[in-house]
């Protein structure tokens, strides 16, 4: 390993402004001048040239110690006062006027680490720093930057290229310059490309799968994005037909009663929303605010089918069946609602208490009764209370002739 040449330090320029700093635009170069020693040469040649500046002191002091000695003892008031001018002129030489905190040699010491082989250190730390070889080679396969002009597919390799003039098979006809594309390529058949719009917040991608190029698509981010007014964003109908809202993940809303009377094809006459499905066909699903559900499908061979109402437990309600036999036992039903039954006579005629095991409305009871011969009463019908008595449904059948008697019967009920 080579050595700095010291030789010039004699002739060290103090007055250069201090030691260079390396700039980040600075090429790594090594050799005597290059600029990765820069730093090493001038602090070898200030620690030089302090090294000769106190051996020159060193033999000046020893020539006049003598002389000063020898003052002294004559007590030679001229010889003093030449030995104190002599003092003053070697530390201001000396100091040269460096800054308070370096002027003297404890602080330059201290400044350089109290390392007596400062120099040596450097150089082995300078040695250390990464040559232009050494980074030639752990760059060798990673991207590039370069400059491109030109059709997109054909982009070579994989890099970062500044575009520079005309493109094609870009998503934007024309010039391109002061664009970014950035493309990984894996092999002839495979590759993705990220492009930059210059100017513009926009950034577009595109994948290589076959050996085709896809469609570029888009990134959306929080600089372009608006949710309010992309597809599925809802939009506010005061007028219209409802057969024209056919946009796929849209949602539609009439927000008030007057302004359904504008608005052709409507689900309801209240206020509603309708969202359009993606499917094979059109299909449109509509809520209104009474809480009611329609839907209907468009088919390209028959066009728009009606409207139809969905029914829920909020507008459908569960009709339920049940035949009772003289002895107070279900022989069937139809939706499992009955708890227990109990006949009861109480002089006037014969009550049957049905308990239910789900809400029902007893407005709504209608009772027949079933009879081996036919479907038809002997003596007064049975007669249903149109109000639940602790809970139960009550069927009383009167007496006639007399005489009361249990019987068949068929009870049906709405569900609550």
Same mark, same amino acid.
């Given at each position: 390993?080579?050595?700095f ?13 201090g ?15 290059g600029v990765s020693?820069r $730093?090493?040469?001038e602090?070898a ?14 033999r000046?002091t020893?020539?006049?110690?003598? #002389?000063?000695a020898e003052?002294?003892?004559?007590k ?8 104190? #001018? ?10 040269d ?17 109290d ?9 082995e ?11 030639a080679?752990a ?5 590039s ?13 994989s ?6 003039? =005309?493109?094609?098979? =870009? ?11 950035? $493309? ?11 492009y930059?719009?210059f100017?513009?917040?926009?950034v ?10 896809g469609?570029?698509?888009r ?16 939009? $506010? ?10 946009d796929?993940?849209?949602?539609y ?5 007057? =302004?359904?009377a ?35 499908v468009y088919?390209?061979s028959?066009?728009? $089918? ?12 569960t ?15 139809v939706g499992?609602?009955?708890q227990?039954v109990a ?11 049905i308990t ?23 003596g ?9 008595i ?7 059948i009167?007496?006639a ?15 609550a």
């Amino acid at each position: 390993m080579a050595n700095f040449k010291e030789d010039a330090a004699r002739e060290y320029d103090w007055e250069s402004g201090g030691v260079y700093v390396i700039e980040p635009e600075d090429s790594v170069e090594g050799g005597a001048e290059g600029v990765s020693n820069r $730093q090493g040469r001038e602090l070898a040649l200030r620690t030089r040239n302090l090294h000769e500046r106190l051996d020159e002191l060193k033999r000046d002091t020893t020539a006049r110690a003598d #002389e000063l000695a020898e003052a002294i003892d004559t007590k030679d008031a001229e010889a003093l006062k030449m030995a104190k #001018e002599y003092a003053d002129r070697i530390v201001s030489e000396l100091t040269d006027s460096a800054p308070e905190a370096l002027d003297t040699l404890k602080e330059l010491a201290a400044a350089l680490g109290d390392d007596p082989n400062f120099s040596a250190t450097v150089m082995e730390l300078i040695g250390e720093r990464v040559t232009a070889e050494a980074m030639a080679e752990a760059l060798e396969g990673k991207m590039s930057l370069a400059n491109y002009t030109g059709d997109l597919n054909a982009v070579e390799g994989s890099g970062v290229f500044r575009l520079t003039g =005309a493109q094609s098979n =870009a998503l934007f006809s024309g010039t391109g310059v002061g664009s970014t594309l950035v $493309q990984y390529k894996w092999d002839a058949k495979a590759a993705y490309q990220i492009y930059y719009r210059f100017l513009s917040n926009e950034v577009y991608m595109r994948e290589k799968t076959g050996g085709y190029w896809g469609s570029w698509v888009r990134f959306w981010h929080s600089g372009n994005f608006d949710p309010n007014t992309k597809q599925n964003a809802p939009v $506010q109908k005061w007028e219209g037909d409802c057969n024209d809202w056919t946009d796929y993940g849209r949602v539609y809303f009439v927000g008030q009663d007057v =302004a359904v009377a504008k608005v052709a094809n409507a689900p309801s006459r209240y206020a509603f929303g309708l969202i359009v499905i993606p499917n094979a066909n059109v299909t449109q699903l509509a809520f209104d605010y009474q809480g009611n559900i329609f839907t209907r499908v468009y088919h390209w061979s028959v066009g728009w $089918q009606p409207w139809r109402a969905i029914y829920h437990t909020g507008n459908l309600k569960t009709t339920y069946y049940a035949q009772i036999d003289p002895n107070g036992n279900v022989v069937g039903q139809v939706g499992d609602w009955v708890q227990s039954v109990a006949w009861v006579d109480n002089g006037n005629g014969v009550r049957c208490d049905i308990t239910p095991n789900v809400p029902v409305n007893a407005v709504t009871a209608q009772i027949t009764k079933v009879a081996f011969s036919g479907n038809t009463f002997t003596g007064s019908a049975p007669i249903v209370y149109d109000t639940l008595i602790n809970g139960k449904i009550t069927v009383v059948i009167p007496h006639a002739n007399g005489s009361g008697y249990a019987a068949w019967f068929n009870i049906s009920i709405q569900g609550a």
